[in-house]
């Protein structure tokens, strides 16, 4: 089993910043890939973005604005989001896919609200 806790939701005001982590723990083997989905209320969840390897894509909605990142070493991600607008308000969850005995399985955090407002 993985466990993944997301931290550094808040209340930011229009054009604030906001960094978001998310912490991996247990049985972590090889990891495909990790992401941000995001559900604002009485919406679908959404992929804000995600990164495996080097390499990394974003929602439309959020390029120039947000930047994935992952630390290796200690298992951690992070969503940078500046210049941030009200319609960013949502829960943020965080996801990682991952290998195990050549299956591929995903696992989520429990998400941390981020509302934007003035």
């Known amino acids: 089993q993985v466990q993944l806790v997301e931290s550094g939701g808040g209340l930011v005001q229009p054009g604030g910043s906001l960094r978001l982590s998310c912490a991996a723990s247990?049985?972590?083997?090889?990891?495909?890939?990790m992401a941000w989905y995001r559900q604002a209320p009485g919406k679908q969840r959404d992929l804000v973005a995600n990164?495996?390897?080097?390499?990394?894509n974003y929602a439309d909605s959020v390029k120039g604005r947000f930047t994935i990142s992952r630390d290796n070493a200690n298992n951690t991600m992070y969503l940078q989001m500046n210049s941030l607008k009200p319609e960013d308000t949502a829960v943020y969850y965080c996801r990682l896919e991952q290998w195990e005995k050549f299956t591929l399985r995903d696992y989520w955090g429990q998400g941390t609200q981020v509302t934007v407002s003035s």
């Open positions: 990164i495996a390897g080097d390499n990394t």
């Open positions: 247990g049985n972590i083997f090889s990891i495909n890939r």
